[in-house]
């Protein structure tokens, strides 16, 4: 125990440096990524939480396109093709132990055609280039974490993304996690009836001290640990 407390207290001393020695930088914020959905709601909130960094020093530009297209189909052929080449015996003997919505995603990844799955890895390669390309112009990318609020227990995607599928109705997060470029999430404030609402924070290649330092620095300046969503009921 003394040795993991002593690990975070350094991790804090450290983000507590970086943030006192950050430049100016240049960020981009993007509700949508050029296809998301968000709701206004959450938009608004994101907005504010943008404004936030202006007043630390950072130049904050809109950017309405980041991305040419979703890259969903890429990320479900290869992502979960690879997790249902690992569940293959599970998806032939035991498929009602698993979420029927993510079986029908498996099947669906596992069961693409050679020719496909190697497109689709073309295409990534292509994705890989555009975000590269895109953080020449920008330190730090902006975006909802999420396009809508938490939702009741029991369904799979929001009552407003409907036709979104479990994967596909997050939008935000699966395109980093295709080309591996660092992100995090922080508290950005609160909807109208009280639910929180997160700002992902996105940075270039190999720039993880830059999320973390950032996200100190915005807890700073707006402090959220003590404010707590109401409990239902």
């Known amino acids: 125990m003394t040795v993991i407390h002593f690990a975070f207290e350094a991790l804090y001393l450290n983000l507590k440096r970086l943030v006192t020695r950050l430049p100016a930088l240049a960020d981009s914020l993007s509700p ?11 938009v608004d909130v994101c907005e504010r939480a943008a404004r936030v960094f202006e007043d630390l ?3 904050v530009e809109l950017v309405d396109t980041v991305l040419p297209q979703d890259p969903i189909d890429t990320w479900v052929a290869e992502f979960y093709a690879g997790v249902g080449t690992k569940l293959a015996n599970a998806l032939a003997t035991r498929r009602e132990d698993i979420d029927p919505e993510v079986v ?11 020719q496909d799955y190697y497109q689709s890895v ?17 330190d730090l990318l ?18 407003t993304h409907n036709h979104r599928s479990i ?4 939008y935000y997060t699966y395109p980093f996690n295709l080309n591996g470029y660092p992100a995090g999430s922080v508290p950005a404030g609160f909807t109208d009836a009280g639910l929180p609402v997160g700002l992902q924070l996105v940075a270039g290649a190999n720039q993880e001290n830059l999320i973390l330092s950032l996200a100190a620095s915005f807890e700073q300046a707006q402090p959220w640990a003590h404010k707590q969503p109401q409990a239902a009921g």
């Open 57 to 59: 020093g950072h130049r």
């Open 104 to 114: 029908d995603v498996l099947d669906k990844a596992v069961n693409q055609q050679m």
């Open 142 to 159: 902006l975006t909802p974490t999420v396009p809508a609020p938490a939702f009741d227990v029991g369904r799979s995607t929001p009552p």
């Open 32 to 42: 949508t990524l050029g296809y998301g959905e968000p709701l206004p709601e959450i």
């Open 122 to 138: 073309f295409q990534r390669y292509a994705f890989r280039e555009t975000i590269r390309q895109f953080f020449l112009s920008y």
């Open 167 to 170: 994967v596909s109705w997050v």
